[in-house]
């Protein structure tokens, strides 16, 4: 079993829609995750941290489950701006692990 | 702003080839890791680096050794390159800390013939 698994996807949604990514982890000793953003080509850069009680930034939204070992990146309002893969990461004393994305496409 | 900088963007070897890849960052990052990302794969963790001259195996440490000699900079080995080792190479560092996150440099792709 993989240590981080997302929906590879991809996801194709209108703009405007409302996407939401899953990610599962199998270490319930990790310690802080994240949600990465990786354009075509280009390397992953950091979307934002998520937070034990949960984090918002503008129209992205993250959640933490550590009972069920789950993270969730749910975005609102979808722009065309917003095709990427998106990378889920689970870090342990700074080991960090990466899932294998989840790619979305938003469509006008 | 962070800088985490690559020697090369693109680079093609033969098989059998030594190769080195270096990475520089700028911010007193102690830790520093090596990735390698392939279709399908995601980025799978070859060696990290918690400060100077140490070094750990990450998950596919086979076919590559590391060095870090100064706090800045993580030099990737491929002692002989093989065709399998064709990927794109993604150097990363953070902070010791638990909550921060990791930088990226550009990459390097590399083609072994």
């Known amino acids: 079993r993989k240590e981080v698994e997302q929906d590879p996807g991809p996801f194709n949604v209108p703009e405007g829609a409302t996407v939401a990514f899953n990610c599962t982890y199998s270490n319930s000793a990790s310690q802080s995750f994240f949600w990465y953003r990786q354009d075509c080509r280009k390397e992953p850069k950091l979307l934002m941290s998520?937070?034990?009680s949960g984090n918002e930034d503008g129209r992205f939204t993250a959640q933490l489950n550590r009972a069920s070992q789950y993270i969730s990146l749910l975005i609102r309002d979808s722009k065309l701006s917003d095709s990427a893969t998106y990378l889920c990461v689970v870090n342990k004393n700074n080991d960090m692990r990466f899932g294998a994305g989840t790619r979305l496409t938003v469509k006008p | 702003d962070v800088k985490v900088t690559q020697s090369s963007r693109y680079l093609v070897k033969r098989t059998g080839e030594k190769v080195f890849l270096e990475c520089v960052q700028d911010m007193d990052h102690e830790n520093m890791f090596w990735y390698r990302q392939d279709p399908g794969l995601g980025l799978r963790l070859i060696y990290f680096?918690?400060?100077?001259?140490?070094?750990e195996k990450g998950d596919i440490p086979e076919g590559y050794s590391v060095s870090r000699e100064k706090k800045e900079r993580f030099s990737l080995i491929l002692e002989s390159a093989s065709t399998n080792q064709t990927s794109m190479y993604l150097c990363?560092?953070?902070?010791?800390?638990?909550?921060?996150?990791?930088?990226f440099g550009p990459g390097t792709r590399l083609t072994v013939t």
């Open positions: 998520v937070y034990s």
């Open positions: 680096s918690y400060d100077v001259k140490m070094k």
């Open positions: 990363a560092s953070k902070m010791w800390t638990q909550k921060y996150e990791q930088y």
